[in-house]
Each structure stands twice: as structure tokens, then as C-alpha cells.
């Protein structure tokens, strides 16, 4: 590998070559940029102020508010950055930080949505110990082994990216560097990243799957136990939001990683979806139906207006 001048950046092909579409895909993504840190930093501020919403489901939640900041800042400046650059390239050390930060952001995120289904899982079937159960250290452990997991599973999948030569293609027909674009560009055999990687996949599933299919099952099952509609109906709604994230969240990231790459148009509308639209969805899912958040906000929104006056 010596006598082969090995690349020092890439470039990233992006959505469109075209100018007209460019500029239309900037105004959209800027939007649903701009769009997704004011909800989740309206999110955290909320849960922070109101002491209300200083409960278990709710801490999780903020943890999730900044996953989604972070999982969309790693992507999205960069994409825009590149619809008016005649330069759209990103250093090789660039792009393994960019992947670093994508698979931490992903992998704890995923943790957090299978706390958050126990958390609802103990708050329906377990109202009475509920308090007992979901104690403040064990959220804090739960939270801190989400981030330890996530950082363990970035750190070991970008440690072996640096075992790869990249030396001949260094164009990735993709709007970031995520870990799958980047194999089929290495001069070197990347079967022992593309075994990791889907290890990693499975390990995140076997950790996390089973205990959001328990406790939806168990949810299910006590909800439908329940003798008045109403009650099915206040019971379902605490946990019909996280079920909606966990679904759009799980479906896309699993179908896009343990999927060989291939560089398609479906491969970066499926990246789109769980790195921008869900981040941009989650705080409008959480506050849209949830009447404890819309009350928080609106007594925060009260508290300041007279503040002002």
C-alpha cells in the first residue's frame, strides 16, 4: 500500500446536480432544519422550567429533544453547505468524525426509545410502585448506559475504519458520511467493517427490541383488560406517541443499515427520514398529544408574558 498515494477527502454527491432543485432542496431543508431546533429546544426548555413535568418520561424525553438536535446537526449543515458549493468535498478525517457523531447520536437514541417504552410499560401496568420502580437512580443509570452504549458501539465501528486504504474512488453518491457508503470505496477488504457494523445492528436489536415488544405486549394487553372505552382511550394515548416515534425511528435505521449499499435514491429518501423528518417529528408528536406539555407551555408561556409586562 506504500506506492499508492492514498485519497485525502471525499466528495459528496449530494441530492441533485441541478441548480433549480438545489435551491429549492436548501429553502426545504433549511426550513425543516430551523424547524426541528426550535421544537426540540422548546422541548428541553419546557421540561426544564416547568417542575411539573420533572417525572421519569419526561427526563427521558429531553434526553431524546437533544439526541434529535444532535442527530440532525450532524448532517444537515454540512448538506447545505454543499447545494451552493462548486467544492463539495468533506476530509477523510472529516467524514470518519461525521460518522463518529451519526452512529453515537443513532445507537443512544435507540437505547433511550426501549427505556422509554419500559417507562410506559411500568406507568400502565405498574401505576401504584410506579414512582418505586422508575426512581431517579435508575433513570440516571439507564440514561447513562444509553450514552455508554452508543459511544461504545461509535467508537469500535470508526476505530476500524481507520484499518481501511482509500485510494481510488473517493466520490460517496450520498448527502453524508454514514458508515455504509464509505465500505465500497476502500482499496482494502471491508468485510470485517461490514461484519461489525451488522453486529452492531444486531447487537442494538437483541438489547433493545425484545424489551419495547414486551412491554407494548404487556401495554396492549392491559389497556384491552381495561372495562371502559374512556379508560382504554387515556391509557393508549400515553403511550401511542413513543409508539409512533419507535416505529418511523426502528424502521428506517434497520432497513437502511442491514441493507447492503448500493448508493439508490431509496437508500438517501430513507436516510432522510430517520436523521431529519423524525427529529423534526418527535417534538411535534410529544406536544401535539400530550396535554401535560401543552399545559406546561402555555403556564410558560404566561409566566413570561407577564415577566415582560
Excluded at 485519497?7 to 441541478?18: A, C, Y
Excluded at 484499518?163 to 465500505?183: R, Y
Excluded at 461484519?195 to 384491552?224: D, E, H, K, M, W
Amino acid at each position: 500500500m506504500k506506492n499508492i498515494s492514498l485519497i485525502t477527502e471525499f466528495v459528496l454527491l449530494g441530492l441533485s446536480n441541478d441548480p433549480e432543485i438545489q435551491t429549492m432542496l436548501f429553502v426545504l431543508f433549511l426550513v425543516l432544519y430551523l424547524l426541528t431546533l426550535m421544537g426540540n429546544i422548546v422541548m428541553i426548555l419546557v421540561i426544564t422550567a416547568d417542575s411539573h413535568l420533572h417525572t421519569p418520561m419526561y427526563f427521558f424525553l429531553g434526553h431524546l429533544s437533544f439526541l434529535d438536535i444532535s442527530l440532525s446537526s450532524v448532517t444537515v449543515p454540512k448538506m447545505l453547505q454543499n447545494f451552493f458549493s462548486q467544492n463539495k468535498t468533506i476530509s477523510v478525517w472529516g467524514c470518519i468524525t461525521q460518522s463518529f457523531f451519526f452512529t453515537l447520536s443513532g445507537g443512544t437514541e435507540s437505547c433511550l426509545l426501549s427505556a422509554m417504552a419500559y417507562d410506559r410499560y411500568a406507568a400502565i401496568c405498574h401505576p401504584l410502585v410506579y414512582t418505586m420502580i422508575m426512581n431517579r437512580t435508575l433513570c440516571i443509570v439507564i440514561v447513562s448506559t444509553a450514552w455508554t452504549v452508543g459511544f461504545l458501539i461509535s467508537l469500535v465501528n470508526c476505530l476500524f475504519i481507520h484499518k481501511l486504504h482509500f485510494c481510488s474512488s473517493n466520490i460517496i453518491s450520498h448527502f453524508s458520511c454514514e458508515l455504509p457508503p464509505l465500505f465500497p470505496l476502500s482499496c482494502t477488504d471491508p468485510v470485517i467493517n461490514e461484519i461489525l457494523l451488522a453486529v452492531s445492528c444486531a447487537f442494538l436489536g437483541v438489547l433493545t427490541l425484545p424489551l419495547i415488544l414486551f412491554s407494548y405486549s404487556r401495554i396492549i394487553f392491559a389497556v384491552l383488560n381495561i372495562h371502559s372505552f374512556e379508560g382504554q382511550g387515556k391509557a393508549f394515548s400515553t403511550c401511542s406517541s413513543h409508539l409512533t416515534v419507535v416505529l418511523l425511528f426502528y424502521g428506517t435505521i434497520f432497513f437502511r443499515y442491514l441493507s447492503p449499499a448500493s448508493g439508490s435514491v431509496l437508500e438517501q429518501v430513507v436516510s432522510i427520514q430517520y436523521s431529519v423528518i423524525t427529529s423534526l417529528l418527535n417534538p411535534l408528536i410529544y406536544s401535539l398529544k400530550n396535554q401535560e406539555v401543552k399545559t406546561a407551555l402555555q403556564r410558560m408561556l404566561r409566566q413570561q408574558k407577564c415577566n415582560s409586562g
